[in-house]
């Protein structure tokens, strides 16, 4: 048994959920364990090492919209060889009645956390069994929040086999829902280049169409980890500002709105799959510096469970000045004349006497050139006076 590192940066988790090694590099998980993730920040704790990942890949039909958790199955392909001996898959259908222990890293308490430690359920039947899947119920300790991705153990032909995938429970613990790994063994071996250990060693069957209608429904209520929990009952989180395809500054204001029947534990915003920033109450706005280009903002939000919802949008971010807009009284107005101007701004007015002046420009009245006119005449008279003197 591992655990699943999800969310993870620097070897610390966000949450995460268990796991079992079924092969020289495969780990047998659940789909929904691996949703909210990417392969940059998911590893695998064994043995007190942590590793790394080089691919994960849930079931095509998992549908985390879907009432029932059908198909809820995935792998992590590890880069290298696991240190453990891997778990024998079992080849055969499970039984009603057969007697199974579960195996998970999962809570012990409904009020306590997710304990970190590898624990065994024992004591513990086969119920209803359907194509892909089947119950277990009526038992005190059964899957809780942290057992998603682990394992249904059952002893068959003298060898302990790998029965099915614990995907999710009940609130109470007294119903698990299981998908057989049988009812996988086709796309199991494609997706893991038949890395998977099965039991009796037998050539896969051949896939014989999809299976029949599935008759056992799910156990109401949460789920067993982290985003295990029916669609209805995870966070809805909407990124409101910006927008969708928005261009931005490069100093982005972002505000989220979360809606949620359960309260919410943290609300944490990511720029490219890098951790930014969190907060844990409303409201819930953001500020990130971001280089020039497209970008994508993702936000989730957590629950007092664990249960995380996602949401985010693309933007584009540019450098762009900011408009401020032109004050009053420097805003640009048109040329006026006044009546009594002869010509516009900055040209030269010739004014009606009343020694006017345009508006940027200069004026000349034409009580300035009746100045020049009697000084002409004053000369003039100056000059004649000799010659009235000469004639007498």
Same mark, same amino acid.
């Not at 990942?53 to 958790?69: D, E, L, M, Q």
């Not at 002893?155 to 995938?165: D, E």
């Not at 280089?291 to 985010?312: F, N």
């Given at each position: 048994?591992?655990?699943?590192?999800?969310?993870?940066?620097?070897?610390?988790?966000?949450?995460?959920?268990?796991?079992?090694?079924?092969?020289?590099?495969?780990?047998?998980?659940?789909?929904?364990?691996?949703?909210?993730?990417?392969?940059? $920040?998911?590893?695998?704790?064994?043995?007190?090492?942590?590793?790394?990942?080089?691919?994960?890949?849930?079931?095509?039909?998992?549908? $985390?919209?879907?009432?029932?958790?059908?198909?809820?199955?995935?792998?992590?392909?590890?880069?290298?060889?696991?240190?453990?001996?891997?778990?024998?898959?079992?080849?055969?259908?499970?039984?009603?009645?057969?007697?199974?222990?579960?195996?998970?890293?999962?809570?012990?308490?409904?009020?306590?956390? &997710?304990?970190?430690?590898?624990?065994?359920?024992?004591?513990?039947?086969?119920? @209803?069994?359907?194509?892909?899947?089947?119950?277990? %119920?009526?038992?005190?300790? @059964?899957?809780?929040?942290?057992?998603?991705?682990?394992?249904?153990?059952?002893?068959?032909?003298?060898?302990?086999?790998?029965?099915?995938?614990?995907? =999710?429970?009940? =609130?109470?613990?007294?119903?698990?829902?299981?998908?057989? !790994?049988?009812?996988?063994?086709?796309?199991?071996?494609?997706?893991?280049?038949?890395?998977?250990?099965?039991?009796?060693?037998?050539?896969?069957?051949? %896939?014989?169409?999809?299976?029949?209608?599935?008759?056992?429904?799910?156990?109401?209520?949460?789920?067993?980890?982290?985003?295990?929990?029916?669609? &209805?009952?995870?966070?809805?989180?909407?990124?409101?500002?910006?927008?969708?395809?928005?261009?931005?500054?490069?100093?982005?204001?972002?505000?989220?709105?979360?809606?949620?029947? $359960?309260?919410?534990?943290?609300?944490?915003?990511?720029?490219?799959?890098?951790?930014?920033?969190?907060?844990?109450?409303?409201?819930?706005?953001?500020?990130?510096?971001?280089?020039?280009?497209?970008?994508?903002?993702?936000? =989730?939000?957590?629950?007092?469970?664990?249960?995380?919802?996602?949401?985010?949008?693309?933007?584009?971010?540019?450098?762009?000045?900011?408009?401020?807009?032109?004050?009053?009284?420097?805003?640009?107005?048109?040329?006026?004349?006044?009546?009594?101007?002869?010509?516009?701004?900055?040209?030269?007015?010739?004014?009606?006497?009343?020694?006017?002046?345009?508006?940027?420009?200069?004026?000349?009245?034409?009580?300035? =050139?009746?100045?020049?006119? !009697?000084?002409?005449?004053?000369?003039?008279?100056?000059?004649?006076?000799?010659?009235?003197?000469?004639?007498?």
């Amino acid at each position: 048994m591992v655990k699943v590192l999800l969310d993870a940066s620097g070897g610390t988790a966000t949450y995460y959920c268990s796991g079992t090694v079924v092969g020289t590099k495969t780990v047998l998980t659940a789909a929904h364990c691996i949703e909210l993730t990417t392969l940059s $920040k998911t590893l695998v704790e064994m043995n007190g090492a942590v590793h790394t990942v080089a691919r994960i890949v849930r079931h095509p039909a998992w549908n $985390k919209s879907a009432s029932a958790y059908l198909n809820d199955i995935g792998l992590v392909i590890l880069d290298n060889v696991a240190p453990v001996t891997p778990q024998i898959a079992a080849a055969s259908a499970p039984v009603a009645g057969q007697a199974i222990k579960l195996v998970g890293f999962g809570r012990t308490d409904p009020n306590d956390g &997710a304990s970190g430690r590898n624990k065994h359920s024992s004591n513990m039947t086969v119920g @209803n069994v359907s194509a892909t899947h089947y119950v277990v %119920d009526g038992y005190n300790g @059964n899957a809780a929040n942290g057992d998603s991705g682990g394992a249904a153990l059952a002893t068959i032909g003298g060898s302990k086999q790998l029965l099915s995938v614990i995907s =999710t429970s009940s =609130t109470d613990w007294q119903r698990s829902f299981h998908i057989r !790994v049988d009812a996988f063994r086709s796309w199991l071996d494609s997706e893991s280049g038949n890395n998977v250990q099965w039991a009796g060693g037998a050539p896969p069957p051949q %896939d014989s169409g999809p299976p029949p209608a599935d008759t056992v429904q799910p156990p109401p209520g949460d789920g067993a980890a982290p985003g295990d929990s029916a669609p &209805a009952t995870k966070p809805n989180v909407a990124i409101t500002v910006p927008s969708e395809g928005a261009t931005t500054p490069l100093a982005v204001d972002i505000h989220v709105t979360v809606t949620h029947d $359960k309260a919410i534990r943290q609300v944490q915003l990511y720029v490219d799959d890098t951790p930014v920033n969190s907060l844990s109450q409303a409201p819930y706005r953001f500020f990130a510096q971001v280089g020039p280009g497209p970008h994508v903002l993702r936000v =989730t939000a957590r629950d007092e469970r664990d249960v995380i919802g996602e949401g985010s949008v693309n933007i584009t971010a540019s450098q762009m000045a900011p408009d401020f807009g032109v004050p009053p009284d420097l805003q640009m107005q048109p040329p006026t004349l006044d009546a009594n101007a002869g010509s516009g701004d900055g040209g030269v007015g010739v004014g009606d006497g009343t020694g006017g002046v345009a508006k940027g420009g200069c004026a000349v009245g034409n009580g300035g =050139t009746q100045g020049v006119a !009697v000084l002409v005449l004053l000369l003039m008279l100056m000059l004649m006076l000799p010659l009235v003197r000469r004639r007498r």
